[in-house]
């Protein structure tokens, strides 16, 4: 199984500033991941696939980047509405897997 | 517009069993992966295993595995998660979730709740 690990576990920002999110796997998964954003009571919605690419909806603020075992979501100028917990998930392994999530507050 | 519909919260006792389910439409059933997914209370995803309708192939969790049965029923366009035996364990929140052709999970359920207790 691979691992993800996600840090840092909470980051606190203040509208309008940047957030800088970290996924680390346990082994290469080549460029097979995505980030997906979880609001309150809702179901995870798909920000980020392969690495890079952003989902249908995505705002350009959400973008990502890395290869291998170390991935980054970088959130810029952040909006109200993005305050949530953001998982990365791998798909390189037939068990995909999920990171442990980091929560994104309010400073 | 693909759409995933998912029964209705259960509340149940230890020991019983459960069957829930993920109604789709908007797009061939049979050609996609239908994964389900766990999250406990306060906790993140889990990824509990996948089906493809088309020939029910069907893939667990090993950390998972003997807990639950994946199933589809292609005529009803539905996938489905059963427990034989509950625990006060398996209290948590299950989504489906359909894959797209890149391989990633696009399209979500909202969710179905699972309240063991005695």
């Known amino acids: 199984e691979i691992v993800l690990t996600q840090s840092p576990d909470t980051v606190s920002v203040s509208p309008g500033e940047r957030a800088t999110l970290s996924c680390r796997a346990s082994?290469?998964?080549?460029?097979?991941l995505a980030w997906y954003q979880q609001k309150p009571g809702q179901a995870p919605r798909l920000l980020i696939y392969?690495?890079?690419n952003r989902a249908t909806g995505t705002p350009a603020r959400f973008s990502g980047s890395g290869s291998g075992t170390d991935f980054t979501l970088t959130i810029n100028n952040l909006e109200p509405d993005d305050f949530a917990v953001y998982y990365c998930?791998?798909?390189?392994?037939?068990?995909?897997?999920f990171g442990q999530g980091t929560k994104v507050e309010v400073k | 517009e693909v759409q995933l519909v998912q029964s209705g919260a259960e509340v149940k006792k230890p020991g019983e069993s459960v069957k829930i389910s993920c109604k789709t439409s908007?797009?061939?059933?049979?050609?996609?992966?239908i994964a389900w997914v766990r999250q406990m209370p306060g906790k993140g995803l889990e990824w509990m295993g996948i089906?493809?309708?088309?020939?029910?192939?069907?893939r667990y969790n090993p950390s998972f595995q003997g807990q639950f049965t994946i199933s589809a029923d292609k005529s009803l366009t539905t996938a489905y998660l059963q427990w034989t035996t509950l625990h006060d364990s398996d209290i948590a929140m299950f989504y489906c979730a359909r894959r797209d052709s890149r391989g990633w999970l696009v399209h979500w359920g909202r969710g179905t709740l699972v309240t063991v207790s005695s």
């Open positions: 089906i493809y309708p088309g020939d029910d192939d069907t």
């Open positions: 908007g797009d061939n059933f049979s050609n996609s992966w």
């Open positions: 082994q290469s998964v080549s460029g097979y």
């Open positions: 998930q791998q798909r390189y392994h037939w068990l995909a897997t």
């Open positions: 392969d690495a890079s």
